[in-house]
């Protein structure tokens, strides 16, 4: 049963928890207050894969002593022994009277096994608190672990009338610098980042998180941080002087009858088509440990990606500019009739200096 100051202190939780946004990943997005009557005692936020975990953190950082205190957190304290210990476990230890948690963790290690822990030493809990606000931190991990496969956003930009380049392929710069700075924060905070051989042929991108709008330190964490590229080249037509290829992890994705071997290369199932069967690709990815696949591509793979049904997200940076004739957002099969339609809905827009940032997920 949640009190007066439960969801005060577990909204403070999520602000804490959002500083780590650049930097967890693999690990999910958590941060926790430490209450007492009316009074936070400590806070912390989990910063980066085998740092100490929020919990453990708040509990450092509290003026004085926590026994009898009230925990608020963002998903459910872990109950194994990972890279760092179990954090249930040391809530026993510690003390804490009550744990109010956003939500259960969705990770097959856990998933309940942290509330039962604390339950079984006589620590209330009050369970889902906010399951939609942990939801909406953590997507990926919600759904690796639910489903099998990252979740998927796709990024693109365009015009007023739809287009992303001209017909000879330039497109450079169709939004403003504004638009261009948000994307690297979608970047940065992306386990991994995918495009298409044709985007490398034709505007030959860097596809690198450069700047980010936080504090030096987590900046450099966010920017340093393993965020592997993959270039779909089922054809392996991707010349060595691509920029992209200056990334230590960037690696081209070919047919499985092409890799001799090439250390930036590897092999993935092909469809029917002849392209990089998506699906087992995001199934291979999720197994590696991405959470967050962001896709930066051309409209052949975004609409590959869309027809599939595997894109959970839709992000659009739309320029008030008219190109007229050029090249089209989106390369989608023909439709028989209108209720064929891919259907949207729009979960956020705004305006990103003179753009605006439509933000879509499939209509349910």
């Known amino acids: 049963m949640l009190m007066m100051n439960d969801q005060s202190f577990l909204a403070r939780a999520f602000t804490l928890a959002r500083r780590g946004i650049y930097t967890t990943d693999p690990n999910p997005?958590?941060?926790?207050?430490?209450?007492?009557?009316?009074?936070?005692?400590?806070?912390?936020?989990?910063?980066?894969?085998?740092?100490?975990h929020a919990e453990v953190i708040a509990i450092e950082n509290a003026s004085g002593d926590v026994r009898g205190a009230t925990l608020y957190v963002t998903l459910e304290p872990c109950s194994y022994f990972g890279r760092t210990p179990a954090c249930a476990k040391t809530l026993v230890e510690k003390g804490i009277k009550r744990v109010v948690s956003a939500d259960y963790d969705p990770h097959p290690l856990n998933a309940g096994q942290g509330y039962a822990v604390l339950e079984a030493a006589g620590i209330e809990v009050v369970r889902q608190a906010d399951p939609e606000s942990a939801l909406q931190l953590n997507p990926g991990h919600y759904k690796t672990h639910?489903?099998?496969?990252?979740?998927?956003?796709l990024k693109m930009a365009c015009t007023l009338d739809g287009r992303t380049a001209l017909t000879d392929g330039s497109s450079q710069w169709i939004t403003s610098p504004s638009a261009r700075l948000d994307v690297q924060r979608l970047r940065a905070r992306s386990s991994c980042i995918v495009t298409g051989v044709e985007t490398i042929l034709k505007d030959d991108p860097a596809l690198t998180v450069r700047e980010l709008d936080t504090d030096a330190?987590?900046?450099?964490?966010?920017?340093?941080?393993?965020?592997?590229?993959?270039?779909?080249?089922?054809?392996?037509?991707?010349?060595?002087?691509?920029?992209?290829?200056?990334?230590?992890?960037?690696?081209?994705?070919?047919?499985?009858?092409?890799?001799?071997?090439?250390?930036?290369?590897?092999?993935a199932n092909l469809g029917q088509d002849g392209r990089i069967c998506l699906k087992s690709f995001l199934k291979e990815l999720s197994a590696e440990g991405a959470l967050e696949v962001l896709f930066e591509c051309g409209p052949t793979l975004g609409g590959a990606l869309i027809e599939s049904g595997l894109c959970d997200e839709m992000i659009?940076?739309?320029?008030?500019?008219?190109?007229?004739?050029?090249?089209?957002?989106?390369?989608?099969?023909?439709?028989?009739n209108m209720d064929a339609l891919h259907a949207f809905e729009f979960d956020d827009i705004r305006s990103i200096g003179p753009d605006l940032r439509l933000v879509m997920k499939p209509a349910s």
């Open 217 to 267: 330190a987590r900046s450099a964490l966010a920017i340093d941080r393993k965020r592997p590229i993959y270039i779909l080249d089922s054809q392996l037509r991707t010349p060595l002087s691509a920029k992209v290829l200056a990334h230590p992890d960037a690696k081209i994705v070919c047919g499985p009858d092409l890799n001799q071997g090439h250390a930036r290369v590897i092999s």
């Open 146 to 153: 639910q489903q099998g496969y990252p979740f998927v956003r």
């Open 29 to 52: 997005r958590v941060g926790c207050v430490i209450a007492r009557d009316g009074e936070i005692l400590g806070e912390g936020f989990h910063q980066s894969a085998g740092d100490d």
């Open 316 to 336: 659009i940076y739309m320029a008030p500019k008219l190109m007229g004739s050029g090249r089209p957002l989106l390369q989608l099969p023909e439709i028989a």
